[in-house]
């Protein structure tokens, strides 16, 4: 059974940086996908890695985000640059079988989700 725990998150300026971390076990086989949801807003898709290393970026952050995985640590990492006070919300990282389509926009389809880490960018 895989377990997701964030970290990493919290309060910067706009244009500063923060990278968030995602450790568990049993990243192999699998989707990974940072995900967030600001207050009084849906959940929405941010970044997915595949097992082959494929990404898929939300336009809102393509060329400011970067989603990677390292197997040895066990660990999903999101490098955000150039926030702005609109990436302002809970993040969350998710994982699925990597069985299927493995984007963004398939957020509906992960089924173990973290806690959740909030990030908050001010202007």
């Known amino acids: 059974q895989v377990q997701l725990m964030e970290s990493g998150g919290g309060s910067v300026q706009a244009g500063g940086s923060l990278k968030l971390s995602c450790t568990g076990s049993g990243y192999s086989g699998f989707c990974m996908g940072w995900f967030r949801q600001g207050t009084g807003k849906e959940r929405e898709g941010v970044a997915t890695?595949?097992?082959?290393?494929?990404?898929t970026y939300a336009d809102s952050v393509n060329g400011r985000f970067s989603i990677s995985t390292d197997m040895d640590k066990n660990e999903l990492t999101l490098e955000m640059n150039m926030l702005k006070p609109e990436d302002t919300a809970m993040y969350y990282c998710?994982?699925?079988?990597?069985?299927?389509?493995?984007?963004?926009?398939?957020?509906?389809?992960?089924?173990?989700w973290g806690q959740g880490t909030q990030v908050t960018v001010s202007s």
């Open positions: 890695i595949r097992s082959n290393g494929m990404t």
């Open positions: 998710a994982a699925l079988w990597d069985v299927g389509p493995c984007t963004w926009r398939n957020i509906r389809d992960f089924e173990i």
